[in-house]
């Protein structure tokens, strides 16, 4: 008889002690935490390894005792006699669990245990075996719980959730063993003859589990390497027996099995994963939207998904709408139907409006779950009307879009601030551009707590859509931090997909996806108007030139010639796009430089110059780091140099405690005049210095 330790993820114990009592009806069973001790015959551990769709690992006991210092460790694994279990020739490595009062470092505790099997062979063989912590032949696991020590061998090598089918996998998989536990919770493994659908199937895996349960396939039938290949009481003729038994156990599934996701690419990978793994045929795979997706031809089945959830308060709170369309398509395309979600974040969960039958806690990986069943009766298939949203933020936003709608009477545009922090405890900014909407989110102050900052971002996601007539679909939330150097630039989605809107003539393409900004700064909207009309037959210089919009407003003003600057290769290039939409052309250049560096050795003379630098910088493209308070006066001693004699310079940042060294620019025949108030639109005036303007004219 032998005593083995099965162990598994948090909250599948129970799961995994009924598993092993069907597997191993005469075995002894004692069930822990996240385990499950066994003691059996070496066959009942193979039908485990073969059979269990929920364990990680299957260790066997060599040894155990107390632990009162830190020679205890090396005295306990000592009681083992290793050479029985494995040869000096082969390699191992020690994974050690636990600590105490004597041994609080894993590392010092692995390292006693290791010592203690080296010498014992040192002492019988004059030899040692080596350490090989990558692909070692013997896996040693050494358990430490208060003052006990078990050390084990590994039987399972490698964990026993890995399958080895998945080539590719999606984001935020799910595991192996966690998709047959939510398989189980749901109580499809019960009535495998009903259809299965897995409407957001990522890389495949629950309806690969699915498929695997409905064929009878023993998860461990296809391993190639075992934890117990080379240890020495392994009997590989009741191994081959046992598998061979599995093998003819093999049946024709009972039930359809479907899988679904929007994207294209992940669905690819699913279908891979499945040819792997032998269960493509048994699979139907297809490509839609999970909130349009239709019946099947099935009048009930049972509905497993683990659907995107965010980890962060802004990834959650972008969910709300789908997760609300997502409820409703729920509600009359699958009536009838059991619906069991994996989900880090319950509150999304409750946008759908399902009352739940059960929930289960359940880990995936080292985020804490909850897998939540419910029945789509006709009690949770009643859609209900939505209510209209009254609270502080909506009936503020009202408020502000009555006032707008006066105000863009006399505006020439189509991308305007509705909202801009007006209430402290709604900290965002939210931006119209034509159809859609960007929710600027705020960090909350230290003082209010999560779930209420969580809250209140979720009245702003939910009121939008009422208030402002548009679809949920088209709002876009972005978390602003203060950003350095080319971090403001750097993408935050592959999206790809851009708008055209128009401002005072001009037409100008926004992406509101992939990046913290949307290549549109709205707040200079004035100042773009001011270029426009200070730039006729006049050479214009637009340095830190963004997107070019500025450079756009110049040629619309019948500039002689502009010159547009910019370090980044993805904004020059998006500045011609803008030149190319307004049907620009003439002796416009495009220089794509370290605008520090191309100024200082530039020698051409221009009437009219836009300078808008970053506050601060350290791209590894610039030759030293960029601080607009420490620096400006050289920047524009640089830019004074270009300017021809009564030349104007507009001048601009948005570091909020901004002080222009004007005694120094006077000295240097500069005429200075302040224009923030005069260049901040309507829409801004909440927030007054959220950019400073001077114009400069050379004397």
């Keep these: 008889m032998f005593e083995f330790l099965v162990t598994t993820s948090k909250g599948l114990d129970g799961l995994l002690f009924d598993e092993i009592a069907a597997i191993c009806p005469d075995v002894a069973l004692k069930s822990k935490p996240g385990q499950v001790l066994v003691t059996g015959e070496l066959s009942d551990a193979y039908k485990i390894c073969l059979w269990s769709r929920l364990a990680n690992r299957v260790l066997v006991k060599l040894a155990e005792g107390d632990i009162d210092t ?3 460790v090396y005295k306990v694994t000592d009681k083992a006699n290793w050479p029985s279990h494995f040869g000096v020739s082969d390699t191992f490595m020690v994974d050690f669990n636990g600590t105490n009062q004597s041994i609080n470092n894993t590392q010092f505790g692995g390292l006693k245990v290791k010592d203690a099997i080296v010498d014992q062979f040192s002492t019988f063989f004059d030899e040692r075996p080596s350490v090989n912590k990558l692909t070692p032949d013997i896996r040693i696991q050494a358990r430490l719980w208060r003052n006990v020590l078990a050390v ?14 998945r080539a590719k996998t999606g984001l935020a998989p799910v595991k192996e063993h966690l998709a047959s536990a939510m398989l189980i919770r749901s109580g499809w493994t019960q009535h ?40 020495k009481q392994h009997e590989q003729a009741l191994w081959d027996e046992l598998k061979e038994q599995a093998d003819s156990q093999k049946q024709t599934p009972a039930g359809k099995i479907y899988a679904n996701d929007i994207d294209k690419s992940v669905v690819e990978i699913a279908k891979e ?78 946008q759908m409006k399902l009352s739940s039958k059960k929930e289960y806690k359940l880990m995936n990986g080292k985020l804490e779950c909850v897998l939540v069943n419910f029945e789509l009766d006709e009690r949770n298939c009643i859609v209900r009307e939505i209510k209209p949203i009254n609270n502080d933020f909506a009936n503020r936003l009202k408020k502000n879009l009555q006032k707008t709608d006066r105000w863009l009477k006399k505006q020439n545009t189509n991308c305007y601030r509705i909202y801009d922090a007006d209430l402290p405890e709604y900290n965002v900014a939210v931006d119209r551009y034509a159809d859609y909407l960007v929710v600027h989110e705020y960090a909350a102050p230290k003082d209010v ?138 002796a416009y250049e495009f220089i794509q430089a370290d605008c520090l560096t191309w100024l200082k050795h530039h020698n ?59 005694a120094t620019l006077t000295k240097m025949g500069v005429s200075i005049k302040n224009i923030s108030k005069q260049t901040l639109p309507e829409d801004f005036q909440r927030n007054p210095k959220i950019h400073h303007c001077w114009s400069l004219v050379k004397q």
């Design 70 to 72: 830190a020679e205890d």
């Design 152 to 165: 084990y061998i590994d039987m399972s090598g490698q964990s026993l959730h890995q399958r080895h089918y």
């Design 192 to 231: 495998i003859e009903q259809p299965l659908l897995d409407p957001m199937c990522g890389a495949g895996t629950i309806a690969i589990e699915a498929a695997l349960i409905s064929n009878n396939v023993a998860p461990g039938l296809s391993r190639k390497q075992w934890g117990f290949d080379a240890w």
């Design 273 to 350: 994963n499945a040819r792997i793994a032998g269960v493509a045929d048994c699979i139907t795979f297809s490509t839609n939207d999970a909130c349009k997706f239709g019946l099947l031809s099935d009048d009930t089945g049972y509905i497993v998904t683990n659907p995107p959830y965010g980890e962060r308060l802004s990834d959650s709170n972008k969910l709300i709408p789908t997760f609300q369309k997502w409820g409703v398509a729920l509600k009359q395309n699958f009536k009838q139907w059991n619906l069991s979600i994996l989900t880090s974040d319950r509150d999304l969960l409750r």
């Design 449 to 586: 707590p999560e779930h209420k900052a969580k809250k209140r971002l979720q009245d702003v996601i939910l009121s939008l859509p009422q208030v402002t007539g548009i679809d949920a679909n088209k709002i876009i939330l972005k978390v602003r931090e203060q950003q350095k150097g080319k971090n403001q630039y750097q993408k935050v989605s592959q999206r790809k997909e851009t708008i055209e809107v128009f401002e005072n003539g001009a037409k100008f393409i926004v992406n509101l996806f992939d990046y913290l900004d949307t290549g549109l700064f709205l707040d200079h909207r004035i100042t773009r108007q001011l270029i426009q009309q200070k730039s006729n037959c006049k050479d214009v210089l637009n340095l830190f030139a963004y997107t070019g919009s500025v450079s756009v407003h110049a040629a619309l003003g019948r500039a002689k010639s502009i010159t547009t600057v910019d370090m980044s290769n993805t904004y020059i290039d998006w500045a011609k796009e803008n030149f190319k939409l307004n049907g620009l052309k003439g």
């Design 604 to 662: 051409s003379k221009y009437d009219l110059m836009f300078i808008d630098p970053p506050s601060f910088s350290n791209s590894k493209r610039m030759e030293s780091t960029w601080d607009v308070q420490r620096d400006h006066i050289n920047l524009l001693s640089d830019a004074l140099k270009c300017l021809n004699p009564g030349g104007e310079i507009i001048f601009s940042n948005n570091l909020r405690q901004f002080k222009l060294d004007e």
